[in-house]
């Protein structure tokens, strides 16, 4: 199970979670959605789309306190792609 909401509200930035990186804002939204929709738990998260110095857009969520809850939340998702990074 993930234990995200009540986490997420009180946690000041310090990590979050990744879980792809695409070429376009519009696609990495699209996969949020897409993600939200198969872990419902994930709504409760604040998605962010920051873009690279080389117009990669990558989707995170978070942020958590710790980076031990945050790599607990990757591990609840069972996803190959989802990474622990510094907020």
Excluded: E, M
Aim: charged share 20%; net charge positive; proline share 6%.
């Amino acid at each position: 199970a993930l234990a995200t909401r009540s986490h997420a509200r009180t946690a000041p930035a310090g990590w979050r979670v990744q879980f792809a990186a695409f070429r376009t804002d519009r696609t990495a939204r699209s996969y949020w959605r897409s993600l939200v929709q198969k872990k419902p738990a994930l709504a409760a998260l604040k998605p962010r789309f920051p873009r690279s110095s080389r117009g990669v857009v990558f989707v995170q969520a978070g942020p958590y306190r710790t980076v031990a809850f945050a790599k607990r939340v990757c591990g609840g998702l069972n996803a190959n792609a989802c990474i622990v990074v510094k907020a």
